[in-house]
């Protein structure tokens, strides 16, 4: 399956967006498509065997919208020094074409720069460069224009653009709605133009009012083009709204303009010009408001994708050069100084240093970096000078993958928002038989007034909004997965994000997740001649071959008291018992009371100080020589500092909260006593952890589960919601619906608290789109107006309409202030 991100461009409402959806979807090869309205994407699924991206970007671009994919091309823009004439821009054009790669290239002799656009896996920009200094001109430094600053331009771009179109339509639609309403208002003796009396001269004040209406239709002719292709289609959306009532507005103002120019002066009084004008005006307004809160929505995918350096330091051939960050290669050298970033991941090779990962994992504290530790793009060196080889670049990056994760997981719906794109799918169609039948009823019911129907016709169509359905959930994900990110938790979809909302109990992982996951040897018992460093030295041995956290403590257990270390000749390891090996030729046994149960090993010598060590919080492993007891050797890790506090605010929200580990019941209860944990799994075998998850869900619990994502990925993709933590790196835990990027346990709540508050700002904006449209219909098609009431003008309809889109966006802006209070 290959899966496809898409920007779309031309979308005004959630129809819009329904109609992309159900257009690609029913293209044979289409596994899923879906639209997110606010980041303006199509993630798409599809099986490229069966149908190609240029026929879903055919069907999108059939139906009236624009669509682009991103593109691995490349632009540049380099300075070039040493051009005197039009034959220099000339020459360069022609070399620098002529290299294989190379899409572009456009040189302004003006300006000095060349502007390419270019292939990496076709041509290194280093060649490009060397190709102009053969020709003999000077390749200058160059800027890049890399996907985040392109979009960033088109959005701003966008805003200019629809605040020009909204200035323009303003400066028209003022003077119009003036001219028409102050000889109405005859009380206020408002100064007024005699020569443009409608009494005196009809004509001239409706040819008046007409030249001031063409240029707002004018700077509003999107509305006209998309809404009819899209009426055409039968596909109706937001615009097609718009369209049909300002031209039913305009087109009854047209023909009485005709009429009064054949002597019927008394159609003065049946002109909607300004209906039309203030309408397109006000609509305009709330787009360009609409935009500015969009962009703000992706904020943080934009503050993500700034982290990283343009430029890196490099060793070539002994020497330190700076080249742009898509220059550098797997292998190269990298020289970072203090105050510097990290411009892509490695390893370090020399030298030491404190790194701020605080861009990354939100965590405040600066690490220690010396030769072997990994760095990470965007981290930034606080102390020493260090070099590192590059090994992950570009998209491999932690960094990018982040950004892939949070561009995602903002891309994805969550189940609480079907219920918006069923309605969105049947909004447009049903507004309109609305209109028209609230229309044609006070027609007849007014005994045939053309002026008060088309007044009911118009206000129903305007003020209808499909725009705050669709937006009223992807703007609150985006908004929520971002500041997630921010706060180190990255949520990796809206099903995971409303799910999590949902949850009433949490098992964590004992072993480095509720601790430290470094245990250390606390205490070595022996029963018989064998004395405390031999059997911890005999213990250690058996252990060099184990992978487990508690066996390798043994080892580094003797390595600090310098104990010898002996050759294994035969090693056997058995999941969740223990291990058996041959030393010297000694049986050795090492590990809990199941395994030597197994091997009728008699530990009546031994069980009272294994109580007790349990009791204390501490492992004990019982090593057994020749088939007798030979001692005991206690292992203990130490409880993380977080891990109380973070458990004290899971209570506070209501959670049940359950530890899961492979230790003894009486080890395990210690732990759970000194974190405040209310339910113990004890002595559960790694392949069991899923099965006691399956078990609390059996008795209705929504269970999340917090493990190191290896291990524990069985329980975590068995959990209504997995939850890994780590350092932040390995972002592509794929077990899991949350990953911390920190191990600091406190983002649990955090993590709790963000979605509950999110879905609750979703909420309100479904409320508040389905209750507008709800009360506003009704209003509009003249019910108050049945009763005695009000009716509502077609001007304070769009007024209204404009204003709920804004409403929702601004509300889901509101996540922004969202703090993390368990740190």
């Not at 690609?24 to 309205?37: D, F, I």
């Not at 997630?484 to 409303?498: D, R, T, V």
């Not at 029963?527 to 956290?549: C, I, N, Q, W, Y």
Request: net charge neutral; proline share 4%; with cysteine.
């Amino acid at each position: 399956m290959g899966k496809q991100i898409l920007d779309v461009r031309g979308m005004t409402c959630a129809a819009c967006a329904q109609r992309i959806e159900k257009t690609v979807g029913k293209l044979a090869g289409v596994e899923q498509a879906s639209v997110n309205l606010a980041s303006e994407k199509l993630f798409v699924e599809y099986n490229p065997e069966t149908v190609g991206l240029a026929n879903i970007k055919k069907a999108v671009d059939k139906i009236g919208y624009e669509v682009s994919e991103k593109s691995d091309a490349q632009e540049v823009s380099i300075p070039i020094g040493g051009m005197t004439c039009a034959a220099c821009a000339q020459r360069i054009e022609k070399v620098v074409r002529k290299l294989d790669g190379v899409e572009s290239v456009s040189v302004n002799l003006a300006t000095e720069k060349a502007t390419i656009v270019y292939h990496p896996q076709g041509v290194r920009l280093s060649a490009i460069r060397g190709a102009i200094e053969k020709a003999g001109y000077q390749a200058l430094t160059e800027t890049r224009a890399n996907a985040a600053d392109e979009d960033r331009a088109r959005k701003q771009k966008q805003i200019r653009t629809l605040w020009t179109k909204f200035i323009v339509s303003a400066v028209f639609s003022l003077p119009l709605l003036y001219i028409a309403m102050a000889p109405m208002i005859r009380s206020l003796s408002l100064p007024f133009p005699a020569g443009l009396n409608p009494m005196n001269y009809p004509l001239l004040y409706a040819l008046t009012e007409l030249l001031l209406v063409l240029p707002v239709i004018g700077v509003g002719y999107r509305f006209y083009t998309v809404g009819f292709k899209a009426l055409w289609q039968r596909s109706p959306n937001m615009d097609s709204l718009i369209a049909i009532g300002t031209t039913a507005a305009f087109s009854y103002s047209l023909y009485n303009v005709f009429q009064i120019a054949t002597g019927h002066f008394a159609a003065v009084d049946a002109l909607y010009f300004e209906t039309a004008g203030v309408i397109i005006t006000l609509i305009l307004l709330g787009k360009s408001l609409e935009a500015v809160s969009k962009g703000r929505t992706s904020e943080a995918i934009k503050k993500l994708m700034g982290l990283a350096p343009k430029t890196a330091t490099v060793l070539q051939n002994g020497e330190e050069k700076e080249i742009p960050i898509d220059e550098v290669e797997i292998g190269d050298i990298v020289v970072v100084k203090p105050g510097a970033s990290i411009p892509v991941d490695g390893t370090v090779v020399e030298g030491h240093t404190a790194m701020d990962e605080s861009m990354l994992t939100g965590e405040s504290m600066p690490v220690d970096k010396k030769t072997g530790d990994m760095v990470y793009t965007a981290s930034l060196n606080t102390t020493g000078t260090m070099r590192f080889r590059a090994e992950k670049i570009g998209s491999d990056t932690a960094l990018a993958q982040i950004i892939k994760l949070v561009e995602d997981a903002q891309g994805s719906k969550a189940p609480i928002a079907q219920l918006a794109d069923i309605v969105s799918g049947y909004f447009v169609p049903t507004v309109v038989a609305i209109a028209l039948a609230a229309g044609l009823a006070w027609f007849f019911g007014t005994g045939g007034d053309v002026k008060f129907a088309l007044k009911i016709f118009i206000s129903v169509l305007v003020i209808a909004c499909p725009c705050a359905l669709g937006l009223a959930t992807p703007t609150a994900i985006m908004v929520g997965t971002g500041k997630g990110a921010e706060n180190g938790i990255l949520i990796k979809g809206g099903e995971a994000l409303e799910t999590t909302h949902k949850v009433n109990t949490i098992v964590f992982d004992k072993t480095g997740t509720l601790t430290e996951g470094k245990p250390t040897v606390t205490d070595v018992l022996t029963f018989g001649a064998m004395d405390v460093d031999a059997l911890l030295r005999l213990t250690a041995s058996a252990e060099k071959a184990s992978e487990h956290p508690l066996g390798q403590a043994i080892v580094n257990g003797a390595l600090a008291k310098r104990l010898q270390l002996q050759s294994v000749e035969d090693f056997q390891s058995t999941t969740g018992q223990g291990i058996a090996a041959t030393i010297g030729g000694q049986q050795v046994l090492a590990g809990n009371r199941k395994l030597m149960e197994e091997r009728k090993i008699i530990l009546t010598d031994g069980e009272a100080a294994a109580d007790r060590l349990a009791g204390e919080g501490k492992t004990p492993m019982y090593v057994a020589v020749d088939g007798a007891l030979a001692g005991i050797v206690a292992v203990a890790d130490v409880v993380k500092a977080s891990s109380r506090a973070a458990i004290e605010s899971l209570h506070a929200l209501g959670i049940q909260v359950a530890m899961i580990t492979g230790d003894n019941r009486k080890t395990a209860a210690a732990i759970a006593r000194q974190v405040g944990i209310d339910r113990v799994l004890a002595e559960v075998l790694p392949k069991d952890k899923a099965n006691e998850v399956k078990k609390l869900q059996a008795d209705g619990r929504i269970v999340a589960m917090v493990g190191d994502g290896i291990n524990d990925a069985p329980a975590l993709v068995q959990a209504d919601v997995g939850i890994a933590i780590g350092s932040g790196t390995d972002v592509a835990m794929e077990s899991a619906d949350i990953v911390l990027m920190r191990s600091d346990l406190r983002d649990v709540p955090t993590a709790i608290e963000l979605s509950k508050r999110t879905i609750r700002n979703i909420k309100q904006n479904l409320f508040w789109a389905f209750g507008y449209n709800v009360i506003g219909i009704p209003i509009a098609a003249g019910v108050l107006h049945l009763f005695g009431g009000p009716l509502l003008n077609p001007i304070f309809a769009a007024a209204a309409m404009s204003l709920s889109s804004v409403s929702v966006l601004t509300n889901a802006l509101r996540l922004k202030r969202f703090k993390a209070n368990t740190h």
